[in-house]
């Protein structure tokens, strides 16, 4: 994973970019882009036309995602 550099942090809410998003997660842009079309993944920002991702929400979304069994249910 390449460092995300982001500018203009105001109190943990720094602005990513959705491919800076996708390679901050690991996942590829469709799967972003999917995700947003079904409701679906971390939250996002939509600024006019373009979207952008808060590294708390992506963290918050990665966070949700933890596990400690296979047989856990995902709410």
Known sequence: MSE????G??????CMTLP??????GMAIATLNRWR????????LKI???IRYRKSDLDE???SCE??????VHM
């Open 61 to 63: 979304f990665l966070n």
């Open 20 to 25: 800076q998003a996708a390679d901050y997660l």
């Open 67 to 72: 596990r400690k069994s296979t047989s856990e």
């Open 9 to 14: 942090n105001e109190m943990g809410s720094a």
């Open 37 to 44: 079309c079904h409701g679906e993944g971390p939250m996002y």
């Open 48 to 50: 006019g036309r373009s």
């Open 4 to 7: 995300v550099t982001v500018s």
